[in-house]
């Protein structure tokens, strides 16, 4: 009688324990993050971009692909394994050089860059804890972004917009050091970031990011 007793009483305590569980793993977050961006591009995707703007006979050198690139992020936590995150990104910028013969021959120096303030993604995220504050994460879902291409020069000069949406996704590992605050390190790609025709493409963009998470819960 006491062993059943027993084992009723610590089922009755499993069971409990669940929606607790599930309520500590449940609310929004915010985070930061702080890191590096990398333009998968080439002098062929400038020569193109240059050539559908009026400017023929280019020949571009890529100067910088890479640089300082951050993110801001809030999400809504359902469940211990899925939550929707959205965030502001800032994915720097691709520089370049090019000469050009037509219609007049010159030089062109300039960039191709998200436009500030405009560069937004809205994801799902599923999560696999490990315990004792480690998990691991998976993200998958869209982005819309804005670029510029400006440049300028003895063969003129260039300002031109362009919004693309895409596919967005990324990895990433979680630590929860204290009860509320955790650090992310992050890995994300943009695919196909930019216009050809008007401010340079590039296969995809990745941002590495390293920054903390504060949970509401």
Same mark, same amino acid.
Do not use: C
């Given at each position: ?65 890479? @640089? ?5 992020? *809030?999400? &809504?936590? +359902?469940?211990?394994? $899925?939550? %929707?995150? /959205? ?31 405009? @560069? ?5 995220? *599923?999560? &696999?804890? +490990?315990?004792?504050? $480690?998990? %691991?994460? /998976? ?79």
């Amino acid at each position: 009688m006491m062993k059943q007793l027993a084992l009723s009483a610590a089922v009755v305590g499993m069971m409990a324990s669940v929606p607790a569980a599930m309520a500590q793993s449940q609310g929004w977050y915010v985070g930061a993050g702080a890191g590096e961006s990398y333009y998968h591009a080439g002098s062929g995707d400038v020569d193109h971009t240059l050539g559908s703007l009026g400017f023929g006979g280019a020949s571009s050198t890529i100067n910088k692909d890479h @640089g300082f690139g951050f993110k801001l992020y *809030g999400g &809504y936590q +359902f469940m211990p394994y $899925f939550a %929707v995150e /959205g965030g502001y990104v800032d994915l720097h910028k691709l520089d370049f050089t090019a000469t050009v013969a037509s219609p007049t021959a010159g030089t062109l120096s300039g960039e191709s860059k998200e436009k500030g303030g405009n @560069g937004w993604t809205l994801d799902a995220v *599923g999560i &696999y804890p +490990f315990g004792n504050g $480690f998990s %691991v994460f /998976g993200r998958l879902g869209g982005y819309a972004v804005e670029t510029k291409l400006q440049a300028s020069g003895s063969a003129g000069s260039i300002d031109q917009t362009s919004t693309r949406t895409g596919l967005h996704y990324g990895v990433g590992a979680e630590y929860d050091f204290m009860r509320n605050v955790g650090a992310r390190l992050e890995w994300e790609s943009f695919r196909h970031l930019g216009d050809a025709s008007r401010t340079v493409e590039a296969a995809n963009v990745d941002l590495w990011t390293l920054g903390l998470v504060y949970k509401f819960y």
